[in-house]
Nanobody, 115 residues
Framework: QVQLVESGGGLVQPGGSLSLSCVAS????????MDWYRQVPGKGRDLVAT???????NYKDSVKGRFTISRDNAKNTVYLQMNSLEPEDAAVYYC?????????WGQGTLVTVSS
């Protein structure tokens, strides 16, 4: 059973940076597609960034050029580097692990962007 643990959220001023991490256990990490989603109260989860098992990345248009997703298969970890943060980026951020046979979510980490 896959378990995901996110960390790195917190309070940051507009224009600042945060780096999120998500560690996976109980799985073959290297074969999985890893995603970062975010959710604000009253809305559904929104896909922010994706990285394939081969390292191909895709981003939501509003974060392109500001966010970077990466993975370290040796550490079973996916990262989301977030720069030039805007108040609209404030949300609970979730990582997702998925393969053809498995699908798992982390518990979320809160990102607050405020002066």
């Amino acid at each position: 059973q896959v378990q995901l643990v996110e960390s790195g959220g917190g309070l940051v001023q507009p224009g600042g940076s945060l780096s999120l991490s998500c560690v996976a256990s109980g799985s073959i990490f290297s074969i999985a597609v890893m995603d970062w989603y975010r959710q604000v109260p009253g809305k559904g989860r929104d896909l922010v960034a994706t990285i394939s098992s081969g390292g191909t990345t895709n981003y939501k248009d509003s974060v392109k050029g500001r966010f970077t997703i990466s993975r370290d298969n040796a550490k079973n970890t996916v990262y989301l580097q977030m720069n030039s943060l805007e108040p609209e980026d404030a949300a609970v951020y979730y990582c997702r692990y998925h393969t053809r046979t498995s699908d798992a979510w982390g518990q979320g980490t809160l990102v607050t962007v405020s002066s």
